[in-house]
Antibody, heavy 116, light 107 residues
Framework: QVRLKESGPRLVQPSQTLSVTCTVS????????VSWVRQPPGKGLEWVGA???????DYNSALKSRLSISRDTSKNQVFLKMNSLQTEDTGTYYC??????????WGPGTMVTVSS | DIQMTQSPASLSASLGETVTIQCQASEDIYSGLAWYQQKPGKSPQLLIY???SLQDGVPSRFSGSGSGTQYSLKISSMQTEDEGVYFC?????????FGSGTKLEIK
């Protein structure tokens, strides 16, 4: 059974770094791509970036300078790090499994608030 | 970036009514389009991929069509459990982009 679960801090101070972990089961991160998608409260979805099954990454160019996506294949985990956080980075962060270029399984998401 | 324009932003439908949601891409996306349903407090769920292929487990009252820059999602007989927000997504080019969403409610 495919499952993804995000974990991370609920509150981050402005200018600090966000670190979120996606722990997956039911598939291997070396066999399927995994993306991060975020959603500000009450708003739409924004693709943040992806780590491909081969280990390379692609990032949304609007966020690229602040982003890092990596993985631990032994633990079947994918990591998101975003620095220099601002209030507009507040929202729910989802990890999602790819099937080709679309997302067939999503985690429940983790809500992150950027505030002092 | 490819812009995805969804319409309408919201609509209400009666039980059993046919509902259609539109999505327009800023350039040809060659059927690289998916539709998702999101219920309050939940993550999005894949309904349609490749513009018209139904994801496993999704009721057959959902269907997708379109080509080029114009796509649509149809619900052939609105049910109470179909309430939610619907998003389209293009997968042709990075960054993957989503429409702004259509909120569907029961009338």
């Amino acid at each position: 059974q495919v499952r993804l679960k995000e974990s991370g801090p609920r509150l981050v101070q402005p200018s600090q770094t966000l670190s979120v972990t996606c722990t997956v089961s039911g598939f291997s991160v070396t066999s399927y791509h995994v993306s991060w998608v975020r959603q500000p409260p009450g708003k739409g979805l924004e693709w943040v970036g992806a780590i491909w099954k081969g280990g390379s990454t692609d990032y949304n160019s609007a966020l690229k300078s602040r982003l890092s996506i990596s993985r631990d294949t032994s633990k079947n985990q994918v990591f998101l790090k975003m620095n220099s956080l601002q209030t507009e980075d507040t929202g729910t962060y989802y990890c999602a499994k790819h099937s080709y270029w679309y997302f067939d399984f999503w985690g429940p998401g983790t809500m992150v608030t950027v505030s002092s | 970036d490819i812009q995805m324009t969804q319409s309408p932003a919201s609509l209400s439908a009666s039980l059993g009514e046919t509902v259609t949601i539109q999505c327009q891409a800023s350039e040809d996306i060659y059927s690289g389009l998916a539709w998702y349903q999101q219920k309050p407090g939940k993550s999005p769920q894949l309904l349609i991929y490749g513009a018209s292929s139904l994801q496993d487990g999704v009721p057959s009252r959902f269907s997708g069509s379109g080509s080029g820059t114009q796509y649509s999602l149809k619900i052939s007989s609105m049910q109470t459990e179909d309430e939610g927000v619907y998003f389209c997504q293009q997968g042709l080019k990075y960054p993957f982009t989503f429409g702004s969403g259509t909120k569907l409610e029961i009338k």
